[in-house]
């Protein structure tokens, strides 16, 4: 009998597992309901405090003004907890309420007066920015902002200015009391109270409030305006959606836009040492105490983001220190990352990482990010891998790509780098392979930071060395200008160069022995955007690849990285071979064609390189 009752005690145990429950949420439902499609819940905090490993949490359309914290997530990349918009539905997680009650101050200035109970327990217009390696220039600056029609004003410095009338780009200004706190904003032509004006009122939209909350899906979703905090690799990272000091989150499909500061985070934890370590000592005492904290393949990291459209955030658009370590970040769109510059700092690209070991960055569209890059990998990055990535107009002092304090390996494949910025390495052990690159290269001379390398594909920390530059691979590659590989010629470590076009006066580093000189060829690279298409239009020559014998980038032909005496190779361990251009189409095995595009024919040519 014993027996049985045992027996029967282990199937009981496996119903979840077989049949994981659907829980549903509508703005016309409640949160006594049972969750069912006819009875749906009415908030997704209430489905998330019910889901099990599992289940799945669908939400169907409507704005949700309210803040998800997941008590839990799943167990395994099998048994995950799913919050999913309904298929066709647009469902809007939102950081922002609407206030009424405007009134009228000067032509284009309204006033509101709103309790402070009204925020709760957080109130961004009394929460001000500041941390590690942040940058005021000079003013306050919170973490509140204001929005007509979907579109944020700008904070202003005092409320003079905002009583003044308003500008190209509206004003606002807010004063928290005792009891209330007061907003005055600029609204043109407009009476905001026949408008959606809305405010931030919630820091975050979908984050746990504690580490180790596992396995959990985002999709589908419009996830926006939150008064994210600023977010240094030194502190617990927040972002509009955040997988906080997790494992194995899949985040896709999702629009997140309008944050103060960073969109996605895939973050470090918060200690006491939040905002008290910037410096690159403290940055290491950062990296001691997190591997005491779970940072190893087992733990951390293993993120899937992908398919997002991430838009207008003022420090980042995908920002992560340690956490991020072997995800993956494909297919998203990122645009309009820190454009205002009204504060600044050390932290701001569209993706921002440090300890990106074994991360991939494959497949995005990343444009219009002000100061620094559109990607920065700061730190850690070894055995990253940036492929096949459409980057322009990025306007920051690295233009396109930022390398700092790396040791290498680093593979940067297959990129059409359009900005005409620099592109900066402060980094040793990188390697360039068939990439399309307009902006000129240059590096630091020495940087005399001593930051760690590892074992392979491990967190576990091999040893420190200083940024001693040089160390670099640069391998059939397509240089147009303002390009230029002048900036490696101050070495102190051998590099290698072999492949490469140099059109219209672009110029080779002196360890380019082999380089092919065109300076009458005029590629003459155009973007252009058509139908919610982008085109890239160019002359490729075949005669390009009579002229010079290439060979296929592998494991081999890269050798190892000077300081970590690491291969350049796959996360698993297993050889490289560049076997692919930018569409995945194969490349020539016994002589690949230089650039991004393995192209057959010659002339003007037309690319559809972004849908």
Known sequence: MKDRLKILASLLATVPALYATELHVAITGADTNPGTLRGPLRSIQHAANLARPGDIVTVHAGVYREQITPPRGGTSAKKRITFRAAPNEKATITGSEIVKGWVPVTKDTWKVIIPNRFFGTFNPYADVIYGDWFDAKGRVHHSGAVYLNGDWLIEAPGLEP?????????????????????????????????????????????????????????????????????APPTAGQIGIVSAYWCKGWIIEGNEIAYSKCSGVALGKYSDVWDNRAESAEGYVGTLTRALTNGWNRATVGGHLVRSNHIHHCEQTGVVGSLGCSFSTVTGNVIHDIHVRQLFGGAEMAGIKFHGAIDVTISHNHIYRCGDVAGIWLDWMAQGARVTGNLLHDNRGWCGDLFLEMQHGPLLVDNNLLLSTNRIYLNSKGIAFVHNLIAGPVEQERFDARNTPFHKPHSTEVAGLHDSTNGDERFYNNLFVPPASLHGLDNSMLPCFAAGNVYCQGSQPSKFDTEALLKPGCAVGVKLSQQAGAWYVELCADPAWSKEVKRKLVTTELLGRAKISDCAYDNPDGSALRVTSDYFGKRRHMKNPFPGPFEVSSGGKQTFRVWE
């Open 162 to 230: 905002v009583l003044k009338g308003a500008g190209e780009t509206p004003l606002w200004f807010g004063e928290v009391g005792t009891d209330s706190t007061t907003l005055w904003a600029q609204f043109k032509g407009v009476n905001p109270n026949d408008q959606p004006i809305e405010i931030n009122v919630r820091q975050t939209v979908f984050t746990p409030e504690k580490p180790g909350v596992d396995y959990i899906t985002v999709r589908g979703f419009d996830l926006r305006n939150a008064a994210t905090p600023w």
